[in-house]
């Protein structure tokens, strides 16, 4: 999301629809293939009249494509900041309002309970047994397992 942000921001406001609809088929591609081929249209299509927005998107291009890598639930998960911004709105929001909440020991107690109790409304991630997979580094490609030894050959 942040990366849409700032490749968007290296564009005139008149052709960031176009960049952002090419920039949404690379990351809602199934596969990995086909999101190295809407990458490579994306980087044809704009890089001759916007170098700099394309160059910034194709330096993190394996960083961009790397959530092919994990379980295709976890998906949905990686491709938003949400959890993150939400989840801090609501510390910011509260001591902001406070200003100084006292000493650090008194601010810290009160973002734990904000944050305790901002944890009730929160969605559980999806494919939570697959978190064990993916600690223990087992392969994942396109979103599924990867098996056996002929699986990780073919990638």
Not at 65 to 86: C, G, K, Q
Not at 89 to 97: D, F, G, I, Q, Y
Request: aromatic share 8%; net charge positive.
């Amino acid at each position: 999301m942040h990366k849409t942000a700032n490749v968007l921001a290296k564009l005139p406001k008149s052709v960031q629809p176009k960049v952002k609809a090419d920039l949404q088929e690379i990351w809602m591609a199934e596969t990995r293939t086909s999101a190295n081929q809407a990458f490579e249209r994306a980087l044809k299509r704009f890089e001759a009249k916007y170098p700099k927005a394309m160059a910034c998107l194709a330096k993190a291009r394996e960083t961009l494509l790397a959530f092919y890598d994990y379980p295709a639930e976890h998906w949905v998960h990686i491709r938003t900041t949400n959890p993150i911004e939400s989840t801090f709105a609501t510390v910011r929001l509260r001591t902001n309002r406070t200003r100084n909440c006292g000493a650090r020991e008194t601010t810290l107690a009160m973002v734990f309970k904000l944050l305790q109790s901002a944890q009730k409304n929160w969605r559980r991630i999806k494919g939570f047994g697959k978190l064990e997979l993916v600690v223990n580094n087992v392969p994942f490609r396109d979103g599924e397992q990867v098996n056996d030894q002929s699986d990780r050959i073919a990638a």
